[in-house]
């Protein structure tokens, strides 16, 4: 069932490398209900570049349908600019006919640069290649005059060890590029004379901001599988993989907190939590991304965007129908998909 009445909507993006295009294909589904407002956008690493991205066309009149055409410029130009970068798909890989790069050795040298350089400060092969095509691609003016909704962005401070969060009067792209920043990789980014890395770390995505927003809605895309059913093999894949637990269990702490004020009486959350009821949505690619390797986070080849895009536009049709409805009126998260995702990878949930 598709939603009949106005509804306002704050929208939590995951992280997750390139399995943004996931994201992006569900924002380009959602902004497609003419009925779904969207209040706020969080967040973290390839989540934050979504959001500002969508700010960026939604921006002085450009509205859904700008917001749809800036994340298509955006994942197709960065599918073609990867016909140049030395990251592709070895043959092997593409005989297995799968999007891993198992094989690829600019994959595994990625990591082998950073375990011997050590990415703290700059040099040839720890700078974040990011920068200059986010500078290119979005414009940061727009994003900071996008008065629509509110953005929220993650990183997180390498001396302090705590989250901070960037709003959309202050971005620009050295704090998009720091939420961005995997620190296994990429020389952390100075501002205001702090490190800053990856905002997963912390938030994946942030979920306190959207509290005290109007919209009472929150949906999460979650594109950052927390179970797996292949384990990691190689020292790059271990590092990756290490990565993506930590994130997630940022996330998973976050929704603790939520989902269990949600199962209070109204008594207790009035007498513990200070903040207005909130309801928790999820729309899910675990049952897509559980089963891809890990190393395809790294390939931005087109053909693989256009899947993830289409797998994401797929799960949000699928959640709007069978979900739309309970906008306004109660939660729909399923608690297994974050409690317990290794049933729900192997059916059992």
């Known amino acids: 069932m598709h939603i009949t009445t106005p509804k306002f909507v704050s929208l939590a993006l995951q992280g997750g490398g390139t399995y943004g295009a996931f994201t992006w294909g569900v924002l380009d589904r959602l902004l497609d209900e003419e009925r779904l407002t969207i209040d706020s956008l969080t967040g973290s690493s390839a989540g934050?570049?979504?959001?500002?991205?969508?700010?960026?066309?939604?921006?002085?009149?450009?509205?859904?349908?700008?917001?749809?055409?800036?994340?298509?410029?955006?994942?197709?130009?960065?599918?073609?600019?990867?016909?140049?970068?030395?990251?592709?798909?070895?043959?092997?890989?593409?005989?297995?006919?799968?999007?891993?790069?198992?094989?690829?050795?600019?994959?595994?040298?990625?990591?082998?640069?950073?375990?011997?350089?050590?990415?703290?400060?700059?040099?040839?092969?720890?700078?974040?290649?990011?920068?200059?095509?986010?500078a290119t691609m979005i414009d940061f003016e727009r994003v900071r005059g996008c008065e629509e909704f509110e953005l929220f962005i993650a990183a997180t401070n390498v001396r302090t060890g705590m989250g901070k969060i960037f709003k959309r009067r202050e971005l620009d792209v050295q704090r998009v590029v720091a939420s961005a920043c995997l620190p296994t990789v990429f020389a952390g980014v100075e501002i205001d004379g702090e490190?800053?890395?990856?905002?997963?770390?912390?938030?994946?995505?942030?979920?306190?901001?959207?509290?005290e927003r109007p919209a009472r809605d929150i949906i999460v895309v979650q594109n950052n599988p927390i179970a797996r059913n292949d384990l990691p093999r190689s020292q790059a894949d271990i590092a990756n993989r290490s990565n993506e637990i930590a994130f997630n269990i940022a996330f998973i702490r976050e929704i603790s907190s939520l989902y269990y004020t949600q199962q209070l009486s109204e008594e207790e959350r009035a007498a513990r939590v200070a903040v207005n009821?909130?309801?928790?949505?999820?729309?899910?690619?675990?049952?897509?991304?559980?089963?891809?390797?890990?190393?395809?986070?790294?390939?931005?080849?087109?053909?693989?965007?256009?899947?993830?895009?289409?797998?994401?536009?797929?799960?949000?049709?699928?959640?709007?129908?069978?979900?739309?409805?309970?906008?306004?009126?109660?939660?729909?998260?399923?608690?297994?998909?974050?409690?317990?995702?290794?049933?729900?990878?192997?059916?059992?949930?």
């Open 48 to 134: 934050a570049i979504n959001a500002v991205v969508a700010a960026d066309g939604y921006a002085y009149g450009g509205g859904r349908r700008g917001a749809q055409a800036a994340l298509r410029r955006f994942w197709t130009t960065l599918g073609q600019v990867t016909l140049l970068s030395p990251l592709q798909r070895s043959p092997i890989d593409r005989l297995s006919g799968r999007w891993v790069m198992d094989y690829t050795p600019a994959y595994h040298a990625m990591e082998m640069m950073g375990a011997l350089i050590g990415p703290v400060t700059h040099a040839p092969m720890t700078i974040n290649p990011l920068k200059q095509f986010i």
């Open 195 to 211: 490190l800053y890395w990856d905002g997963s770390y912390v938030a994946n995505p942030p979920l306190f901001p959207l509290l």
């Open 277 to 349: 009821p909130t309801r928790l949505h999820l729309i899910s690619g675990l049952d897509s991304l559980v089963d891809v390797g890990i190393s395809s986070k790294f390939n931005s080849e087109a053909g693989f965007l256009e899947k993830l895009h289409d797998d994401g536009a797929a799960a949000a049709e699928t959640w709007l129908r069978e979900h739309g409805d309970a906008l306004g009126h109660r939660s729909t998260i399923d608690p297994a998909r974050v409690f317990a995702p290794d049933m729900v990878a192997e059916g059992r949930a």
